[in-house]
């Protein structure tokens, strides 16, 4: 091989070499998945809310409940999707999210489970229309978020 032609051999391989690196910085991922999770619950958050101003008044207007509950257990059902490894405190993101997530996986799920149950007897709860009903129904789904974040969530 004449040697302009070796440079620029050895100038490849070099390139390649770069791009065969393995890439170690997860970081973006993480960082968006944490994103996505506070998101989620915020959108929860806001939808539950509306939903017990509207028990509290005695007489829930059900169109305006039905598509929050069903929009929660939606969200509840992708739940445990929110939580790649690394996406804890260790993960250097602003999050209330404990490590006990992590290490006690089997609980969180039942916390998951517990809260998809409750979500979706809510939302039979309002297709009967029964105000106790979904009263009853509303305040079991509030237990389910207490007894997750009592035990998984950073207090603030
Ligand atoms: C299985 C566990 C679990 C359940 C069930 C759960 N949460 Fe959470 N929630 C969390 C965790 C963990 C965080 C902290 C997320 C973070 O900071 O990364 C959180 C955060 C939140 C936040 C703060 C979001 C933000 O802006 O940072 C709100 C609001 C919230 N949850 C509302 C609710 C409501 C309302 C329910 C029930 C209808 C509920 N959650 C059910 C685990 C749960």
Redesign the pocket.
Known sequence: MPPKRIAHALAWMAAAAVFATPVTAAAPTIAAA?KA???N??E??GA?KTINDEVKTGSPDIATIRPLARD?ANR?AG?MKWFPKG?GPESGE?????AT?WTDMAG?NR??T??VTA?NNLNTAIASGNAGQIAQAQKV??N??K???DR???SD
């Open positions: 944490v999770r506070k998101a619950y915020k929860i958050g539950f929660i509840a739940q996406s602003k999050t209330r999210a404990k997530i969180f916390a998951h517990g809260f979500a789904l509030g389910s978020c007894t997750c974040h998984y969530r950073e």
